[in-house]
Structures are given as C-alpha cells and as structure tokens.
C-alpha cells in the first residue's frame, strides 16, 4: 500500500524557515517523480513543486522560485522541501504527493502538514 | 499559463439528481491532460477521472468525464449522500494548474 507521511509543519513568524519531510513507504520511490501541492485554508489546490527521480530536475510555481527547495533522499525514502523567507501567503496545508509514473496526475496524497505564517 | 475556470461555484441538488461540472482552459490542453479530483472536508483530495475521460481505480461508473480542448466536463448520474463535496480540475499538459473549484452541496 502506497503511503505518503508529511512531517514538520507548524507555527513560524514571517521571514522564518522551515522544512517539510515526507517519508514514503510502499512502493519503489526512486522511480517516480514527486511533488507538493499546498492549499491555502478554504481555498483551492496549488502545485508548488517537482523533483524529478534522481533530483536532476525541479520545478516550482512562481510564487516560491528562489526561497523554497524541493530535494529528496532516495536512500531515506523521503522528500523534503525547504521553505525560506516565508509570508502569511504561504499559510496552507502541504501535500506530498506523487503521480502515476509517466503522467503529471495526483494518483496519491499524503494526510497534509500544515504550515501557519504569522507574527 | 494555462489558467482553468470551474463554473458554476456551488451546485445545490439533491441526492439522486444529475450533476454537471464545468471545467474551461484559457488554452487548449495538450493531449486531454485534464483531471478532476474529489475533496472532502479534512481530507486530502481523491483522483476521479484523468485524460479527460479516463476513471481512476475504484471510482463508481456515476463518475464520467468529457470534452477535450478548452471544454471540459464532470458529469455525476446520479448523486449519492457520499457525493457532496467539493471537485476540482487539474491540467497537467502545460506545467500544473488547478481549477477554483465547485462545490456541490445538499438542496
């Protein structure tokens, strides 16, 4: 069974870091691209970021370009993405989330982190 | 960027109705990369339909989805207690963008 787990999320003040983990489990991570998608609070889906399975290339949504990271550690399992000079615009819930292999859809999602900006 | 528009915002009907989903691209999408996802309070969303037209593993045969280009649709046959929540449309021919979504609430 397919499990993405997103940890790290929290409280951080404008201007502030924080890193997002997500560990996966049941299925061969290093084939697969993978992503975050965040959501605003009741608002609607935003992809943030790519990476693809050896970490050669990334994307990201123009709003985050040059203050989040997205990495991975295919020995570990695990996605990160690193989020600097943060803004109250960045308060959202983040999904790990990873595609089908060969296709840009969402076919699994993790449970989501919250990350809140505010002083 | 390709930018998507839902219509209509809320969708009030009631359990056993017909329900039509709207999904348009300011850009015709390459290849029919559209995908619409299901979302519940709390959770994370659910894949429906992806290609356009193509039903995800598990998904009820009420689910269909149509259209290709700019025009895209979500149609529910016939609605069930289980079904109200909010759908939202993804293109992922052309980077990733997500519609606004509707919400499809109690009448």
């Known amino acids: 069974e397919v499990q993405l787990v997103e940890s790290g999320g929290g409280l951080v003040q404008p201007g502030g870091s924080l890193r997002l983990s997500c560990a996966a489990s049941g299925f061969t991570f290093s084939s697969y691209w993978m992503s975050w998608v965040r959501q605003a609070p009741g608002k609607g889906l935003e992809w943030v970021a790519n990476?693809?399975?050896?970490?050669?290339?990334?994307y990201y949504v123009d709003s985050v370009k040059g203050r989040f990271t997205i990495s991975r550690d295919n020995a570990k399992n695990s996605l990160y993405l690193q989020m600097n000079s943060l803004r109250a615009e960045d308060t959202a819930v983040y999904y790990c989330?990873?595609?089908?292999?060969?296709?840009?859809?969402?076919?699994?999602w993790g449970q989501g982190a919250l990350v809140t900006v505010s002083s | 960027e390709i930018v998507l528009t839902q219509s209509p915002g809320t969708l009030s009907l009631s359990p056993g109705e017909r329900a039509t989903l709207s999904c348009r691209a300011s850009q015709s999408v390459t290849s029919s990369y559209l995908a619409w996802y299901q979302q519940k309070p709390g959770q994370a969303p659910r894949l429906l339909i992806y290609?356009?037209?193509s039903r995800a593993t598990g998904i009820p045969d009420r689910f269909s989805g149509s259209g290709s280009g700019t025009d895209f649709t979500l149609t529910i046959s016939r609605l069930e207690p289980e079904d109200f929540a909010v759908y939202y449309c993804q293109q992922y021919g052309s980077s990733f963008t997500f519609g606004p979504g509707t919400k499809v609430d109690i009448k």
């Open positions: 990476i693809k399975q050896d970490g050669s290339e990334k």
């Open positions: 989330a990873r595609g089908p292999g060969g296709s840009w859809y969402v076919l699994y």
């Open positions: 290609g356009a037209s």
